[in-house]
Every structure is written in C-alpha cells, then in structure tokens.
C-alpha cells in the first residue's frame, strides 16, 4: 500500500519563503510522476508542479521562476520549495503520485481514482 504523508505548511507574509514536503512510503509504479497540487476555497484542485523519475520538471504559469519541486531518493521525500510567496497561493496543498499530469481536478482534491494522495496541508499567505 502506498501512503503520502503531506508537511509543511503554515501561515507566512508576502514575500516570505516556505517549504513542503512529502514522504512516501510503499511502492509507486516506477512511471508515476510526484505532483503537488492545490484547491482553494471555492476553487477546483490545480496542478501546481511535478517532477519524474528522472527529474524533469513541469511548473504551472502561477509558480514559474519562484517555486523549485525536487526529490530526495534516499529519503522516499517530495519537496516544493516555495519563494516569495503571493495572497493567491492560499490553498490547501496535496502531494500525489499520478500517471499524468492533469491540470484541473473537478470536484477537487484528492482525486478519488486517479494516482495516491496525501492528506494535505494548509499553506495560507497573508499581506
């Protein structure tokens, strides 16, 4: 069975940095791709970034050029390194291991049939 166990979150000012982190534990098929997404209140669930097995990575628009997605072999760990951080990355973050990268999730996060999800973790920016 595989398990995400999702950390990191908390409440941060504009500007400032913060760091998420994802551990996983069992197997995950060796094509999957490490995803973070987000839902805000009100929103659908959105691809934020990914990263593959052999570290090729894939940012949404949003993010580009402040968050930085890595992985730690050794230590079965996910990261999203987010940097000056903005009001509209309000969400509530989820760390999956998917076949593909689908931008929008309808109704939301976790997405029940599609790859393995963590819990989740609130990430709330404020001005």
Same mark, same amino acid.
């Given at each position: 069975?595989?398990?995400?166990?999702?950390?990191?979150?908390?409440? @941060?000012?504009? *500007?400032? %940095? =913060? /760091?998420?982190?994802? #551990?996983?534990? *069992?197997? @995950? !098929?060796?094509?999957?791709?490490?995803?973070?997404?987000?839902?805000? !209140?009100?929103?659908?669930? /959105? =691809?934020?970034? *990914?990263?593959? &097995?052999?570290?090729?990575?894939? $940012?949404? &628009?949003?993010?580009?050029? /402040?968050?930085?997605? %890595?992985?730690? &072999?050794?230590? &079965?760990? @996910? $990261? +999203?390194?987010?940097?000056? @951080?903005? !009001?509209?990355?309000?969400?509530?973050?989820?760390?999956?291991?998917?076949?593909? $990268?689908?931008?929008? +999730?309808? !109704?939301?996060?976790?997405?029940?049939?599609? *790859?393995?999800?963590?819990?989740? #973790?609130?990430?709330?920016?404020?001005?």
């Amino acid at each position: 069975e595989v398990q995400l166990v999702d950390s990191g979150g908390g409440s @941060v000012l504009v *500007g400032e %940095s =913060l /760091r998420l982190s994802c #551990t996983v534990s *069992g197997s @995950v !098929p060796e094509d999957s791709y490490m995803a973070w997404y987000r839902q805000a !209140p009100g929103d659908a669930c /959105r =691809l934020v970034s *990914g990263i593959s &097995n052999d570290d090729t990575t894939y $940012y949404a &628009n949003s993010v580009k050029g /402040r968050f930085t997605i %890595s992985q730690d &072999n050794a230590k &079965n760990t @996910v $990261y +999203l390194q987010m940097n000056n @951080v903005k !009001p509209n990355d309000t969400a509530m973050y989820f760390c999956a291991a998917v076949h593909a $990268y689908i931008a929008t +999730l309808r !109704p939301g996060c976790p997405s029940t049939g599609f *790859g393995d999800w963590g819990q989740g #973790t609130q990430v709330t920016v404020s001005s």
